[in-house]
């Protein structure tokens, strides 16, 4: 019955990564109520109990996270929004008379406070970058500013995507669920993103190749992130903080929550732009606080 609901979950176009989230949840909480039954004989989770399900709540709130400490409210939120999903599909679809999900009380939700790279840590960055005189990697990390791309997205990006010419240029990129975006390429990326693609050789259709292999993988720009975290010292520098950079320095340039939603891909499953999810973007960092309070200084 579950491969029924990954199946459901492939026909929605979910991503990969989200189905595969799925299924982590539910081997979690499948190898739980195996681990909790006294009486040996195996359970088939799809008739999980309302008591079942509350039992695992407490669980997570109690021993369920790494190395046997409570559960981070985050992860306590997503199993649950999980579990509420699938056991809602195995209801619908007749296999078990209610959701037992449904009555209990769902963990708060994490209030999500994103990391992004204030103007001086930017200019760090840029600096060590250029130090160590990598063309490539000064593409890489000036796409991911400028761009706001997902790591997947940077990966999956092909030549024919791009459209460049000296005076404009624009990316057009394939997001969560299906969903497509246009992202103009400022004059800053595209002489970066020229002197990267003149250095080439190869016949790769991807824009960014490794020394091995003909498309970058996750893992080796993940890789590369950190290697440049180390040098910088930026302890919240990864590849999500560079795109969360890019939001937040979008929003501060613009005021406007629809370009940030349409350029960042936040996107409802209608198709319409997700103001609410970049919202995030308004939190202010400790150094937008400092600078609002010395902006009323009489020194």
């Not at 790769?204 to 992130?225: A, L």
Request: glycine share 6%.
């Amino acid at each position: 019955m579950f491969e029924e609901f990954v199946q459901h979950l492939r026909d929605e176009a979910l991503s990969l990564k989200t189905i595969k989230s799925y299924e982590v949840t539910w081997k979690r909480f499948d190898t739980w109520l195996q681990s909790s039954n006294r009486e040996g004989q195996e359970i088939d989770p799809v008739y999980a109990t309302q008591k079942d399900i509350a039992d695992f709540k407490r669980h997570l709130d109690n021993a369920g996270g790494k190395g046997g400490k409570p559960a981070a409210p985050s992860t306590k939120n997503l199993t649950f929004v999980h579990l509420n999903r699938i056991f809602r599909f195995f209801a619908k679809a007749g296999y078990i008379p209610n959701n037992p999900v449904g009555p209990i009380r769902k963990p708060p939700r994490a209030r999500r406070v994103p990391k992004w790279l204030s103007r001086n840590e930017q200019n760090a960055l840029h600096r060590e970058v250029r130090f160590r005189g990598d063309i490539r990697e000064h593409a890489i990390v000036l796409t991911f500013l400028r761009m706001g791309l997902r790591v997947y997205e940077l990966c999956d990006l092909k030549l024919t995507e791009l459209t460049m010419s000296d005076r404009k240029g624009i990316a057009y990129i394939r997001g969560k669920g299906d969903k497509d975006r246009e992202i103009p390429i400022s004059s800053e990326l595209r002489t970066a993103l020229q002197a990267y693609l003149d250095t080439r050789e190869d016949k790769s259709p991807y824009v960014f190749v490794s020394r091995r292999s003909p498309k970058c993988t996750e893992r080796g720009i993940q890789h590369m992130i950190e290697k440049y975290r180390k040098f910088t010292g930026i302890k919240h520098l990864n590849c999500h903080s560079l795109r969360h950079t890019f939001g937040h320095d979008l929003l501060e340039a613009t005021k406007d929550l629809q370009k940030v939603a349409n350029l960042m891909g936040h996107y409802k499953d209608n198709g319409e732009p997700n103001i609410q999810m970049s919202m995030i973007y308004t939190t202010p960092s400790r150094e937008d606080l400092e600078e609002a309070v010395e902006s009323i200084s009489w020194t």
